[in-house]
């Protein structure tokens, strides 16, 4: 079992859509990120938070220490939010590499 | 300087021979960080330098594998005698030290060993 885990692993939305993408971790950390790749490979941090909840634009992370779960919501999808999400916890303790979770594949459909 | 540069973009080579990757972080992050992501997967660590000094390496980061920070700017990832299954994305990312570890990442450097 990996100690980043993501749900679902594929999603398809139509524009408009709320959508919520899920990640729970077995490890305590010290901080999360989400992280969004576009195909190409680029990857583009999103969020970093280790309390309550961050908000940029149309998209909202929050995070639930006692639950260790957290989640990425985009309200109002648009296509050109297709791509992948990426979950990544840096353990607590550890100087700043990250474990990553396998990432949701995210295609917004107009 | 816009963010973390990385060369080359890809990189083809025969199975067997070596390969170095270069990354440039953000000027002021002391911070390098490398990964390793393969098709369908989430990104791997590898290794990470804070200045110079390589100051944590994963079990990934086998002898073929070895990373460079010289003068705590630039770094290199050279993978010797390489092999198909190290086709891969190496990406680099770069931060500030705690507590700013928000993470900025290159666009990665694609390698197909044939």
């Known amino acids: 079992k990996n100690e980043v885990e993501q749900s679902p692993q594929n999603l398809t939305a139509q524009e408009g859509e709320f959508i919520t993408i899920n990640c729970s971790y077995s490890v305590g950390i010290s901080a999360l990120h989400w992280l969004q790749q576009h195909p190409g490979g680029g990857i583009v941090s999103l969020f970093m938070l280790s309390s309550g909840k961050k908000k940029h634009g149309r998209l909202i992370a929050t995070i639930n220490i006692q639950e260790k779960h957290s989640s990425l919501h985009i309200t109002a999808s648009h296509p050109r939010d297709s791509a992948v999400y990426i979950c990544a916890a840096r353990k607590g303790g550890s100087q700043g590499n990250l474990i990553f979770g396998k990432g949701t594949k995210l295609s917004v459909k107009p | 300087d816009t963010g973390v540069s990385q060369n080359p973009r890809h990189k083809i080579t025969k199975r067997g021979q070596n390969v170095t990757f270069r990354c440039d972080p953000i000027s002021e992050h002391n911070r390098l960080y490398w990964y390793r992501q393969t098709l369908g997967q989430g990104p791997e660590f590898l290794t990470y330098?804070?200045?110079?000094?390589?100051?944590?390496k994963s079990r990934l980061l086998s002898d073929r594998f070895s990373a460079e920070r010289p003068k705590g700017s630039f770094s290199t990832l050279e993978i010797q005698r390489t092999e198909q299954g190290d086709s891969a994305m190496y990406l680099c990312a770069s931060s500030l030290p705690p507590p700013g570890l928000e993470q900025f990442f290159g666009p990665g450097t694609r390698l197909t060993v044939l």
């Open positions: 330098f804070q200045n110079e000094a390589q100051l944590e």
